[in-house]
């Protein structure tokens, strides 16, 4: 089974969701205490509205939508402690302008920042005076600045390594993960209907040959160009993938086994009129294999393909099955 992206937003909300609401209750504790009621209320209500999309966001796991609520809840309380306590609630208004980056969409803790800004400046005698007030606007203001332009590299970083993850560095193709992905998909799409799918498994023939005679970089080059021949012949719907070493993956919207016959014979062919090395002309194997409906995962249908592969190598190689021949 794969392994689930881990959910860092989702890590953040729960720390700092479950943070704030123990530390505002103890408050609210101790107004109930000293017989301010409306201010210990008024704690606990905010306590109570932080931990509702927490809890959601913890059970769930939409962290982005309980982040932005989160984001907007924080932001309304901290105006409300701004009311109730006046300007020694600035002590919280700069965490929650910093924090709402880290748990909400930026655009959405942008508009609540400057919302809470806003507010703060309408608020009748909040500020000692006008250079306070224009004190607090220009640094709340630089903290949203700096916490957006960070939150963007952050997140342009994120989907940077995403895509360096998700892509063999030798080929330029994607990689294994990226193929475990696809075929969940393409199983699940099969499941409700939408398409059917051919998976064919394929390989470099004597590829230990090339490798112990001319070297790695003869052998890494004779992938580079067997990816470079695969892509090339990929119409618009399907995939490839380097599964690991010379053994390539391709995910092919088809219709039928018949279809699948054509376009594996159209690969081997391809391959073997345009992959060239030292020792001259290389070739490849293949295996494949149409989904089935009884294959809830991709695991036996990829099983069925890569058996074909190694009938076909043992047959002579240069060739190929199809795993229903099999059968």
Same mark, same amino acid.
């Given at each position: ?8 937003? $989702? ?7 479950? @943070? ?22 008024? =704690?606990? %209500?905010?306590? #109570?509205?932080? %931990?509702?999309?927490?809890? *959601? ?15 907007? $809840?924080?932001? #309304?309380?901290?105006?409300? +402690?701004?009311?109730?306590?006046? *300007? ?40 000692? =005076?006008?250079? &306070? ?6 640094? %709340? ?64 023939? &004597?590829?230990? =040959? ?5 070297? &790695? ?6 992938? +580079? ?36 016959? %054509?376009? @594996? ?33 991709? *695991? ?28």
């Amino acid at each position: 089974m794969k392994p689930k992206r881990r959910d860092f937003r $989702l890590d953040i909300i729960v720390l700092l969701g479950f @943070t704030a609401a123990a530390t505002i209750a103890s408050f609210g504790v101790y107004r109930m205490w000293a017989g301010e009621w409306t201010k210990a209320w008024f =704690d606990l %209500a905010v306590v #109570a509205a932080v %931990a509702a999309p927490v809890i *959601h966001a913890w059970r769930g796991g939409d962290s982005l939508r309980a982040g932005n609520v989160l984001a907007a $809840l924080n932001s #309304a309380a901290t105006f409300g +402690a701004c009311l109730l306590l006046g *300007h020694t609630a600035l002590t919280w208004t700069y965490l929650v302008l910093l924090t709402n980056f880290f748990i909400a969409h930026r655009w959405m803790a942008v508009a609540c920042n400057a919302l809470l800004i806003v507010g703060m400046q309408l608020i009748p005698g909040f500020f000692h =005076d006008g250079v &306070h007030a224009a004190s607090v606007l220009v640094s %709340a203001s630089l903290i949203t600045v700096f916490s957006l332009i960070f939150a963007a590299r952050t997140q342009d970083d994120r989907v940077q390594l995403e895509r360096l993850a998700a892509i063999d560095a030798l080929t330029g193709v994607p990689n294994r993960r990226s193929m475990e992905r696809a075929l969940a998909d393409a199983v699940g799409r099969f499941q409700r209907g939408e398409r059917r799918f051919g998976l064919v498994v394929l390989d470099l023939d &004597h590829f230990k =040959d090339v490798n112990d005679q001319y070297g &790695h970089a003869a052998g890494d080059a004779a992938i +580079a160009d067997l990816a470079s021949i695969l892509r090339f012949e990929m119409r618009r719907n399907d995939q490839v993938f380097r599964f690991g070493g010379e053994e390539f993956v391709a995910l092919l919207e088809l219709d039928g086994t018949e279809d699948l016959e %054509a376009a @594996t014979e159209r690969l081997r062919k391809a391959v073997r009129s345009s992959l060239r090395g030292p020792g001259g002309r290389i070739t490849i194997s293949l295996g494949a294999a149409m989904l089935r409906e009884q294959e809830k995962t991709w *695991h036996d249908w990829f099983s069925r393909a890569d058996a074909a592969l190694y009938r076909a190598k043992s047959a002579g190689r240069d060739s190929y099955v199809i795993a229903d021949d099999l059968f």
